[in-house]
């Protein structure tokens, strides 16, 4: 089991930035999907992006061009750089993680429900 813990969320102005990070502990293989989820209130949990262990990212068309994300392998430490925010960002940010069989493939088609590894989340909050 991996454990997912998320900081740096926060409150911010339209236009501007914040960066997100996932500290994961427990057994992380190189086989694992990791990927940023969000929740706005009254609202389903959507996939923002997903990183694979070789480093292939997939996005949103909501947030391609602001968000990037990547991950330090050597300290298992996901990130995610969040620029030109909108108010639409306006959200419960999680990380989530997946071991993979080696044939699939780590994108968005992957459903919440896939994910096995979540963090508690952390709140951003963009105002206009």
């Known amino acids: 089991q991996v454990q997912l813990q998320e900081s740096g969320g926060g409150s911010v102005q339209a236009g501007g930035s914040l960066r997100l990070t996932c500290a994961a502990s427990?057994?992380?293989?190189?086989?694992?999907?990791m990927a940023w989820f969000r929740q706005a209130p009254g609202k389903e949990r959507e996939g923002v992006a997903t990183i694979a262990s070789a480093g292939t990212t997939t996005y949103a068309d909501s947030v391609k061009g602001r968000f990037t994300i990547s991950k330090d392998n050597a300290k298992n430490i996901l990130s995610l750089q969040m620029n030109s925010l909108k108010p639409e960002d306006t959200a419960m940010y999680y990380c989530a993680a997946v071991s993979m069989a080696w044939w699939a493939s780590c994108n968005l088609r992957i459903g919440r429900d896939e994910y096995t590894d979540w963090g508690q989340g952390t709140q951003v909050t963009v105002s206009p």
């Open positions: 427990g057994y992380i293989n190189s086989r694992f999907c």
